[in-house]
């Protein structure tokens, strides 16, 4: 059985990324990619899907961890009754090679040690062919994918595993580097683990300094933002949304989805949070990954593609995992890529604005293809969708699909106003009025005093929180005060916002999910516009408080288990977080903040 969610932390190359639990078992790694197969991929069954483990042979007394200020390189210190030894677990950003560094290093008296070694390609299915490299390095290879591993440490096969037992004394400080290579190429050469430590330790000091915030929330949101670093896909600038596929919704579920892809419903979020910390190198990047994954018909756009803008993630499923604590079934891909999403259209051309907005450099040819969007918008507009949560089944006209649509045409109309742009600005402007009639006309329950779920619905849903964020109406509107006060009593039995209303769910079934974090961090921005900062720092505070001890949050928390649930770690969770630390830090001391109407 794996260790729980919130006991993991992760280190990551710029490429993909690993956990590692407190125990000092990598028991999630694909490699090279994030959307390559997992080598090590205990999270979803146990030991025998592959894992890693280095620690004390003996009985360990007190375990602790820290990361090394602010980066990803993670000490975990093993106190045990003969002495202390710290593991030090970190990935170089990726160079010709990619590598797991782990050095162990005892901090006092002399300690017996144990390394046990799984590795199962192909999702913990496919042992590796294991011999010895001139070097004496191991090499372990399975079709297309070799590992190799060196270390001073004897080591010797077991049962298709490989295991060693050495001892270290203070002073000593002991490596471990895993490389992986193509199997078709020359093996890998070796790489200095001391010159690597220093090397990424520098990396993370010159990156970690550009952050422009200061305020009492420092710690939590520059903790988030290495954790949004780490997804990044450094080749392309694509932003997955978690680096884990399966991990449940609700604990023993069946809502469990790959999220090792780059959704467009993040987009915004993700730009902003990354321009109002600094980082706008990143900011490019992500836009410029946008531009090229949509580049092409405006009918073939999707709502998530691959990191390098692939369109085809087929979903299958690995029926020899068990899942994560039984919940399956395992997905890998997502079928959710061919949905119709309204809402994605609205984020893209936002998107667009917030950049000119920010005098990002935008290409010659961006103008034409948002012209192309919003024209196939306006064919397309008031056609049932999958919402912005991609519920599979008949498709709904979601409010919270159609205020994004407003959006894309409030955002083109911006744009012509404000830069002087061609385009039928005058069609677009009736559509937009058109558009914002119809969401309140049929959105809007005026028996509730709230808006809905879906055209004609009786159920909420939290994404109505976004109203007031992307300027469809003040909150000073009798109508976003209701909705707000639906949420409280409806979606918040436990003081976190769910994306679904109970309500919806029959009394004989349990909640499908735990409460989403984003969700609740929607609500603390609509309280910073409704000038109640308050209420929006104390759940900003609520927030922080169900991370785990690295700072890392999933999608969801489930209030009665008191746990992380849902893939980790969440990009759009910690987008979340930074950007309502930004708001609520921006009500207090007036800034520059997004241009919303």
């Not at 045990?80 to 901090?107: E, I």
């Not at 259209?345 to 961006?366: C, I, N, P, W």
């Amino acid at each position: 059985m794996p260790s729980t969610i919130e006991d993991h932390a992760i280190i990551g190359d710029g490429e993909t990324v690993a956990l590692v639990d407190r125990t000092g078992a990598l028991d999630w790694l694909c490699w090279p990619t994030f959307d390559s197969d997992a080598c090590f991929a205990a999270l979803l069954g146990d030991e025998r899907h592959g894992h890693w483990r280095i620690a004390p042979a003996g009985e360990v007394e007190r375990s602790t961890r820290s990361y090394r200020g602010d980066s990803l390189i993670l000490e975990t210190r093993f106190e045990t009754a003969d002495g202390a030894v710290t593991l030090v677990d970190f990935m170089p950003p990726r160079g010709k090679a990619s590598d797991v560094v782990r050095l162990v290093r005892c901090d006092r008296g002399r300690v017996k040690m144990h390394m046990d070694l799984v590795i199962r390609f192909g999702f913990g299915k496919n042992a590796p062919w294991v011999r010895r490299a001139k070097d004496k390095a191991l090499l372990a290879i399975c079709g297309p994918d070799m590992l190799v591993l060196r270390t001073p440490v004897e080591m010797r096969g077991k049962d298709l595993t490989t295991v060693a037992d050495f001892e270290i004394g203070k002073g000593e400080t002991i490596p471990f580097v895993m490389t992986y290579g193509a199997s078709h190429f020359a093996v890998p050469k070796p790489i200095d683990p001391m010159t690597a430590l220093k090397e990424t330790e520098a990396f993370w000091d010159e990156w970690s300094s550009k952050f422009e915030y200061n305020g009492p929330y420092r710690h939590i949101a520059m903790r988030s933002l290495i954790a949004l670093k780490a997804m990044i896909y450094a080749p392309s600038g694509g932003i997955v949304a978690a680096p884990t596929t399966s991990l449940p919704e609700k604990l023993g579920g069946a809502r469990n989805w790959d999220y090792r892809f780059c959704w467009l419903r993040d987009a915004t979020f993700t730009l902003l949070a990354l321009m109002n910390s600094g980082y706008y190198g990143e900011a490019a990047n992500w836009h410029d990954w946008l531009l090229r994954s949509v580049a092409g018909s405006p009918a073939d756009m999707q709502i998530m593609y691959g990191i390098l803008g692939q369109r085809r993630l087929t979903e299958w499923e690995a029926d020899w995992l068990p899942g994560y604590e039984g919940a399956r079934p395992v997905r890998i891909g997502n079928a959710a890529h061919a949905q119709l999403q309204l809402d994605v259209y609205g984020e893209l051309m936002d998107v667009f604005h917030q950049s000119r907005e920010a005098k990002l450099k935008l290409g010659e040819a961006t103008w034409a293809l948002e012209c192309n969007l919003l024209q196939h918008l306006a064919k397309i507009w008031n056609e049932p969708d999958a919402g912005i949560w991609e519920l599979r089944g008949p498709g709904k006209h979601y409010v919270s699909s159609k205020v994004m649509v407003w959006v894309a045409f409030d955002r083109g109309i911006k744009t012509v106003e404000r830069y002087g742009f061609d385009a039928p600005v005058g069609h677009w402007r009736e559509l937009r009025d058109a558009i914002h009639r119809d969401v309140c006309e049929k959105g809007f329950d005026s028996e509730q005093n709230t808006f809905v779920e879906s055209y004609g619905a009786k159920v909420l849903d939290a994404s109505t929180l976004l109203i007031p964020s992307v300027g469809f109406l003040p909150t000073s509107d009798p109508r976003v005060a209701g909705t707000l006060a639906a949420v409280e009593k409806h979606l918040m039995p436990d003081g976190f916002v769910l994306r679904h209303d109970p309500r919806a769910v029959s009394d004989e079934k349990p909640p499908i999910e735990g409460a989403f974090l984003a969700c609740t961090l929607w609500l603390a921005d609509a309280y910073v516009l409704c000038g109640d900062l308050d209420r929006a720092e104390t759940l900003l505070k609520r927030v922080a408080a169900v991370a785990n001890d690295l700072g890392l949050l999933s999608e969801e928390y489930d209030t009665v288990a008191r746990r992380l649930t849902g893939n980790f770690p969440q990009a759009l969770t910690h987008i979340a977080l930074v950007n309502t630390i930004h708001n609520l830090s921006a009500a207090r001391k007036p800034a520059v903040q997004r241009a919303k109407s």
